[in-house]
């Protein structure tokens, strides 16, 4: 099925051609204008009440020229009123003066956070505020120390040589081209004198000096204005994006000894008196570091998942840069949050850099798609391909066509077009949106991505207003809105029918490991209840889908629940090799319709089977079962599967182990990650091909090929649970819940996404859990609300400053109800002919979500090394081309980082000590194969905190406090063994218990009266009726419910053996599996930029 309707030979759904001629209904979406009194929204069939309803406030619908800007709409949480909505701004003219400026961000980085490890030894180094002459001098003595320090010989780290320019998606290089890299002595770093000549620095004091012993006036701050200022680079007005100094260690700093861990040691004396300490606490800017160039090169514990050499012997010990000195995730959060967090996100204006997702705001629609859709890794887009190239910025957008939205926003408005469906131009099919200019007094519409004129149907037809835009504009969300639907003709179904509403099969495991473990009885007395919260649409009282029964070892059983029956009939297929459906009529069936039958089928399952001593099982003839059920019935739907165990039985898909953990760090680890058989592919395309997806629930004992098991769950939308030695106590109330949630989940079925662009740039790579069988068209034959897909743009032009670019995905799917619609997602980007303005539009964190993507498909086909190495080169290249092209002149000692990106370094080096990339002993193969696939449809916000954690202080706000407490950096030594704290990823969620922790805290959270009698890997917490305990027990449900997962609470101990678990997700210290810590990442960073620079 083609959203694309570029006319192919033999469109597999029939081709909606739209050609207006033949309109007879005067009214427009299906209502006879004669008779149907006119209303002002007639046009929309929407399921939204609200759009009738909501009279638009005071009808003060805004004369086209005189509409508010953007920025000065009202009310946050009101319903979006078209009347209200300020013209001007939605489409997409210049980005013109209201264009909201990314705020001023920066704060000092070092600050650590409300409650944080005091660090006496931080606060004490600073003398008196320097004067501004010291300044200079301090940052002429501040280079890095490449030139004293020999660098140490990075041929045992790996990191790939940093000439090899790989392009920013292209494949991979083999590794032959990722041999480590000569031993680069870092050049000389004399250069700083030049610095002296163009600092002036104009303020003192720092915005936020607060955890430095505040010199009087505050640490000196950088001059805002440095020097020639390169064109784009923008100082002048509010600092929208301060360039970041990070000045690397001094060579003359800190004696040796001073270690990677805990508390920094004293402060070193200071060689010269006028150095009085760094922080030069400006806009990005962040301090030395005391020692020269860290050993990068010290032998990292793993030191063979970083190149086949092990480094050389450690001539010193490391010298470091201050953790405080560097920019800081929770601080960059923290700013956004109350930059951004008060005001909601009107999208009226384009190339508007949405608030972090880690800020709470609302969002008005005011014709760019939500963020909540879509997310792109920049908002403003080189006008050409060889700035594109210079600055190795992936242009990529993170989209989430059914994404849920919070109370307060609308869903996307119906729109009912009637019989002739929706408007589309001509040539490129694209979707009647905002930004389609009409001509000729509305005569004619132009097309904005391909430019083609079209005419506009009779029935569409409305009158220009003086700036050209319809009179109607308002009235009709396809031209004021950036995200709405469009009610599908017949023409977008599959064999030109309407579809039938879709059905439900669960496909339950009974061999002997499903029985013993007590799966089987827990999921037919949960499915006795869940059954009645199927989806359901609008305000419909049931759910229009159908469900169905099969239990399976090696052979089938089918069930026969049909409403007439007295008991449900059994029937067994053995001849798993030609899998056929033995019944028709009964097999899918209305719950409340045979309620009786089914009931009686779930409390029997578990006593059918509960000798069982049958341990081998089959996987794909099960799914060829249900895809074959869903067939027979012409419906699309979706499969459950609870599974248990490696499918060895002989029949299709059959699997042997191959698990084999000496393939880590060669050249075949990528065979890991691949399915052991094509067999699983091919059946996916034939599920694709009915609307059948396939959703997984997996309950190993042991190695059950993840990689392969869920290559169909992949390709068709589905997706994948685990539970590694699932026991009843401990893991249902896991199991239970994101079963729950998954079967209630809204889902689109038998869909196709297709996103276009304006002329200019076209999208060229996909990511996410769908299947294609062409270049363009995403086929996913269901898509649920947490899914994305991850579109990558190259250009094919120049793009125009001026027109901007566009985004337009369709996505084509089929309701709950069955209802057949076409949402639709607009978003309109800037263009840039300087580089300054791309670094400045820049999201960090749809970058890393996209650089995740690229990193974990990578894996498939090249060594995990080569992927590293890819990734860390590609960093460099970005960095290295904003300190060329945009930063003002300093040292080249100095690492200079966008405002935009400064967390680039830290969240990549978690993306590459993740565990696909850099695996600790403890990680077994299924949970790299499990993680690789979850992190393909990760949302933005979900890959943050799954690379970045949330370390959270329970005892250090007051009791009486209800907001969340602010987190800290993901360090051990942010940690007090006088503290408890909750750290959470997204799929797993610890509390850790210092040592020394009051034995009142230890009461009222556990009920025992020492540290020592608290139970380590405890996995509930007591309920105690005290303030403490309530507060902690709320904030894991409130964490638990931001989550699209459940996750497990595991208490961990200080110093407890569990504590090993724990530290793997302390993602700022080196890892146990070699990977480096944030200041040595940052420095390595550094390296690589200055070589790609000399
Ligand atoms: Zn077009």
Not at 177 to 183: A, I
Not at 294 to 312: C, E, L, M, R
Not at 535 to 542: D, K, S, T
Request: charged share 15%.
């Amino acid at each position: 099925m083609n959203v694309n309707q570029s006319a192919p030979p033999v469109p597999p759904f029939g081709q909606p051609q739209p050609i207006y001629p033949g309109y007879h209904q005067s009214g427009y979406g299906g209502q006879p204008g004669s008779t149907a009194p006119p209303t002002p929204y007639g046009a929309y069939n929407g399921p939204v009440p609200g759009y009738q309803q909501t009279p638009p406030q005071g009808m003060s619908r805004a004369p086209p020229s005189s509409g508010a800007p953007a920025s000065t709409t009202q009310a946050p949480c009101a319903q979006p009123t078209y009347g209200q909505f300020g013209q001007g701004d939605v489409q997409n003219g210049p980005s013109s003066t209201v264009q909201m400026q990314r705020l001023p961000g920066s704060q000092p980085f070092g600050s650590p956070l409300a409650p944080v490890v005091s660090q006496p030894a931080v606060l004490q180094p600073y003398g008196p505020p320097p004067t501004s002459a010291q300044v200079t001098t301090q940052l002429a003595g501040m280079q890095i120390s490449g030139a004293v320090a020999p660098a140490p010989p990075t041929s045992g780290l790996g990191y790939g040589p940093p000439t090899s320019l790989a392009s920013a998606s292209g494949s991979f290089p083999n590794s032959g081209l990722y041999g480590s890299y000569p031993q680069g002595q870092a050049p000389p770093i004399g250069q700083a004198q030049g610095y002296l000549g163009v600092q002036t620095p104009q303020r003192s004091a720092p915005s936020q000096a607060s955890s430095f012993t505040p010199p009087a006036s505050g640490g000196p701050r950088m001059p805002s204005v440095t020097g020639p200022l390169l064109p784009g680079q923008g100082f002048g007005g509010p600092p929208v994006s301060q360039p970041n100094h990070v000045s690397s260690p001094s060579p003359q700093a800190l004696p040796p000894g001073t270690q990677m861990t805990g508390p920094p040691g004293p402060p070193p004396p200071m060689h010269s008196p006028q150095q009085p300490g760094y922080q030069l606490q400006q806009n990005g800017s962040f301090g030395p570091a005391r020692g020269p160039q860290p050993n990068y090169g010290s032998p990292y514990p793993g030191a063979a998942t970083f190149g086949s050499q092990p480094g050389p012997p450690q001539p010193l010990p490391p010298k470091r840069l201050d953790p405080d000195a560097i920019p800081s995730p929770i601080q960059v959060i923290e700013d956004d949050r109350n930059n951004r967090g008060t005001e909601p996100f009107v999208t009226g204006v384009r190339g508007q850099v949405p608030p972090l997702v880690t800020t709470n705001f609302l969002v008005k629609d005011q014709g760019n798609a939500s963020p909540r859709y879509i997310r792109c890794t920049s908002y403003n887009i080189p006008c050409t391909s060889d700035m594109a190239k210079q600055a190795q910025v992936p242009l990529a957008a993170v989209i989430k066509p059914l994404a849920r939205l919070p109370p307060e926003e609308a869903s996307p408005y119906v729109v009912d077009h009637g019989e002739s469906g929706p408007l589309r131009c001509n040539r490129c099919k694209a979707y009647m949106c905002p930004f389609m200019q009409f001509i000729e007094g509305g005569r004619r519409f132009q097309c904005c991505f391909c430019s083609c004129i079209n005419d506009v149907p009779p029935q569409y037809f409305q009158h220009l207003d003086h700036t050209g835009k319809r009179v109607d504009a308002y009235d009709r969300p396809e031209l004021s809105l950036g995200s709405y639907e469009f009610l599908a003709t017949v023409d977008y179904c599959k064999n030109n029918k309407f579809p039938s509403p879709p059905a439900f099969i669960f496909m339950i495991d009974v061999s002997y490991n499903a029985i013993r473990t007590g799966l089987v009885r827990l999921l037919c007395e949960e499915l006795k209840s869940l059954l009645d919260f199927l989806p359901r649409e609008g305000g419909a009282e049931e759910s229009a889908i159908r469900v169905g029964f099969v239990t399976y070892n090696k052979v089938l059983h089918f069930y026969n629940v049909k409403s007439s029956l007295a008991q449900p009939q059994m029937m067994v297929v053995s001849d798993v090799a030609d899998m056929f459906v033995p019944l028709l009529d009964g097999f899918l069936v209305n719950v409340n319709e045979s309620r009786a039958v089914i009931t009686s089928l779930l409390d029997q399952i578990p006593e059918m089977f509960a000798d069982t001593r049958e341990t081998e099982t089959v996987f794909a003839p099960v799914i060829q079962a249900g895809m074959e059920a869903l067939k027979a019935a012409e419906c699309a739907g979706k499969l459950f599967l609870f599974h248990t165990s490696l499918p060895m039985a002989e029949a299709p898909g059959k699997l042997k182990n191959r698990d084999d953990r000496k393939l880590i760090n060669t050249d075949k680890e990528k065979t890991l990650f691949q399915p052991q058989t094509g067999a699983y592919q091919t059946l996916a395309k034939e599920c694709v091909a009915q609307g059948c997806c396939v959703d997984l629930f997996l309950f190993p004992n042991q190695y059950v090929d993840v990689a392969t098991l869920s290559v169909v769950p992949q390709l068709t939308g589905g997706s994948v649970y685990k539970y590694a030695c699932f026991q009843v106590e401990n893991d249902q109330e896991r199991f239970l819940s994101d079963l729950r949630r998954d079967v209630q989940k809204v889902v689109g079925f038998d869909a196709v996404m297709r996103v276009r662009t304006s002329t200019g740039i076209r999208a060229v790579d996909f990511f996410g859990a769908f299947y294609m069988s062409n270049t363009t068209d995403v086929e996913l034959a269901g898509l649920d609300g947490d899914k994305t897909v991850t579109v990558e743009f190259k250009h094919d032009d120049r793009l125009n400053e001026e027109s901007g670019a566009l985004l337009q995905c369709a996505l084509l799917y089929t309701s709950c109800a069955g209802q057949r619609r076409l949402r639709i997602h607009n978003l309109a980007l800037n263009c840039c002919t300087q580089l300054a303005d791309l670094y400045r539009n820049c999201e960090t964190d749809t970058l890393i979500n996209y650089m995740a993507k690229f990193a974990y498909r990578g894996v498939l086909s090249n060594p995990v090394k080569a992927v590293r190495d890819t990734l860390i080169t590609q960093c460099a290249q970005i960095l290295a081309c904003y300190r060329k092209n945009c930063a003002s002149p300093s040292s080249a000692g100095q690492l200079i980082l966008p405002e935009c990106m400064k967390l680039l370094p830290v969240y990549l080096n978690c993306v590459l000590k993740s565990d696909v990339l850099q695996p600790g002993a403890e990680v077994t193969t299924d949970d790299r194969a499990y993680v690789r696939q979850l992190v393909t449809s990760m949302d933005v916000a979900e890959t943050n905190v799954f690379f970045y954690p949330r370390l959270l202080p329970l005892t250090k706000s007051p009791i009486e406090s209800t907001t969340e407490p602010p987190a800290v950096r993901a360090s051990e030594e942010r940690l007090s063994n006088g503290d408890v704290y909750l750290l959470e990823n997204g799929l797993n969620l610890f509390l850790w218990v210092g040592a020394s922790v009051q034995q009142g805290v230890v009461q009222s959270l556990f009920s025992v009266s020492s540290f020592s009698q608290i139970t380590s890997g405890l996995s509930v917490l007591p309920v105690l009726d005290n303030p403490l305990s309530k507060k902690v027990r709320d904030l894991i449900d409130s964490l638990r419910a931001q989550r699209s997962r459940y996750m497990k609470l595991i208490v961990v101990k200080q110093e407890d053996k569990l504590e090993m678990l724990f530290k793997h997700f302390l993602v700022e210290d080196k890892s146990l599996s070699g990977g480096a810590s944030y200041v040595d990442f940052l420095c390595h960073m550094h390296k690589e930029i200055r070589q790609l620079l000399s």
